[in-house]
């Protein structure tokens, strides 16, 4: 409970005019919103850029935030709508601009994971992830790499727990039948 408090607080000295309320909550956040558009995009540079578009959506729309959720919900609410429309913007240029999926690398692995093994596995994943309709990966990062409960979801999807739940199992089915074929 004190952590919502002081979000609340920072924001309410951030639409006071305090600056430096602001660089504190992106301090805290940053590394939360990027690896949320991480998982869900698959890819660094997708996931910087939505960080980004996000830390500018948060600086302009911070006065309307309402207090009716925490303010991680909210942040979370707009990383994971900014996320699905960069897929959709990305799906949208591939078939203007016929890109090539074989062309894309996954460079950025080798400056996290220093393991290969995990480093196959966490491709296997992310192919497997990429084949997912978007409503089910977003449901299948929230749950597996944001750890957030299915009541949490809810709030930031606004769909019910049940429904969440169903696609969370189709989700999770799906990963499960990709990584042991392999992909």
Avoid at 146 to 167: F, H, M, P, R, W
């Amino acid at each position: 409970m004190m952590e919502k408090e002081n979000d609340f607080e920072l924001v309410e000295k951030f639409v006071s005019g305090d600056e430096t309320a602001f660089n504190l909550l992106v301090r805290k956040y940053q590394k939360k919103i990027y690896w949320h558009a991480r998982q869900m995009l698959g890819d660094h540079l997708d996931a910087d850029e939505v960080t980004q578009e996000v830390l500018i959506v948060l600086y302009n729309k911070l006065k309307t935030f309402s207090y009716k959720s925490s303010l991680y919900t909210w942040i979370y609410k707009i990383v994971t709508t900014r996320s699905l429309n960069h897929i959709r913007k990305k799906k949208l240029k591939k078939l203007i601009t016929f890109e090539n999926d074989d062309e894309k690398e996954f460079v950025s692995h080798q400056d996290i994971i220093e393991d290969i093994t995990n480093r196959e596995k966490i491709d296997m994943v992310n192919k497997a992830l990429d084949k997912l309709p978007p409503k089910q990966r977003q449901i299948f990062v929230l749950r597996n790499f944001d750890q957030l409960t299915y009541e949490e979801i809810s709030e930031i999807t606004g769909k019910s727990v049940g429904g969440l739940k169903a696609n969370y199992f189709h989700a999770l089915k799906k990963v499960m039948e990709l990584v042991n074929e392999k992909i």
